[in-house]
C-alpha cells in the first residue's frame, strides 16, 4: 500500500482534469481526494496498492485530452485508511 500527495502545474484546470482523475482513480480503486489549487494547478492524494498509485501518477503526467501538463511533484505520504475518491473543495 501506498499514499502519495501530488502537484501538477500546466493547463490542468478547465479541461476536465478532475472528473477524468476521479473517475480513473475510482476504477483504480483508489481512495483520496482531487482539486484546483490555487496557483492554477490541481492537487491531489492518491491511496492504494502501489501498483494502482503507479498507474494514477503515470496518467497524471499526461492528464485528459485537452490538458498541458508541464511538472508533476510527488511526495510520499502516509497511509490513513482513507476510502473512497471524490473531489475537495
Known amino acids: 500500500m501506498r499514499r502519495v500527495h501530488v ?3 500546466g493547463r490542468v484546470q478547465g479541461v476536465f482534469f ?3 482523475c476521479v473517475k480513473l482513480a475510482r476504477e ?3 481512495a483520496g481526494w482531487v482539486r484546483n ?8 492524494a492518491f491511496e ?3 501498483e494502482a498509485v503507479d498507474r494514477m501518477l503515470a496518467w497524471c503526467r499526461e492528464g485528459p485530452p485537452h490538458a498541458h501538463v508541464d511538472r ?4 510520499e ?3 490513513t ?7 475537495a473543495r
Open 81 to 87: 485508511g482513507e476510502h473512497g475518491f471524490r473531489v
Open 18 to 20: 478532475r472528473a477524468s
Open 48 to 50: 492504494g496498492s502501489t
Open 7 to 9: 502537484s501538477i502545474e
Open 72 to 75: 508533476v511533484d510527488v511526495r
Open 37 to 44: 489549487a490555487l496557483d492554477g494547478g490541481v492537487e491531489a
Open 28 to 30: 483504480l480503486g483508489l
Open 77 to 79: 505520504d502516509e497511509l
